[in-house]
């Protein structure tokens, strides 16, 4: 997830006129495909019936916007491309207002996301779209980079609980840093949660404890970072491909 605040650009100054019968089409074939990816992965399910990050949602509605009309063209623009990828718009208060992509090849912006950033967020949504049709390629590639995937169930399920869910990594939610250091990323507060606000811990696989700052041979490997690219390899290499 790309988790910059949007701005308030509207994109009817662009729109191409449908008819109202036209729009609910649209509109409908956009929402039909937010609940099949639901039906493939679960994660709206999930997040609903997990605790902590229902109520860190409490303010967001995971539906498809009611215009299109940016999809439809960059659905036009990808057409053909290698990635497959499929657009939809959502509502701004989808996943908090932050871009993210869907299975099997969706990639949700959410209304009023500003052109100027478009081009960027694309790019790092297409490496969320690659990280999901090539899940092995991806393994064998961050395995030489020192990462490998842990198992949800050799973590304290007590942190797994409090872990803010992810779109783009739902399906491979845990990697070990050189097999021992897992990222977390956890609500910063458990009564009050906000989607944005999460701080990445760091559980230690060996000595059984959560840290509060990353690995030194982390941090000399990638440098300092903030959370959103910390929090998972995936998102990592979507922030920073010079690492791919």
Known sequence: MDPSSYARVHPSATTTAHTHAQTQSILAKAQAILINANNIDGYVTACQVSPINAAARRLCEYIAWNDQTVAEKLN?????????????????????????????????????????????????????????????????????????????????PRWVARCRLNPDTFHAPFWAWQGRHVPMPLFEREDKPKLRDISVRWWDMEEERLNNQPPTSFTQTYGPLDASSAEHPYELHAYHPSHN
């Open 76 to 156: 036009e623009r990808y057409a053909n491309s290698e990635s497959g990828a499929h657009f939809i718009i959502t509502g701004p208060s989808t996943e908090g207002g932050m871009p993210h992509t869907r299975p099997p090849n969706v990639i949700c912006l959410p209304a009023y996301w500003p052109q100027e950033r478009l081009q960027e967020t694309i790019r790092h949504e297409l490496i969320h779209i690659n990280q999901r049709k090539d899940p092995k390629g991806w393994k064998e590639r961050l395995a030489t980079n020192g990462w490998i995937p842990v198992d949800i169930g050799a973590l304290p």
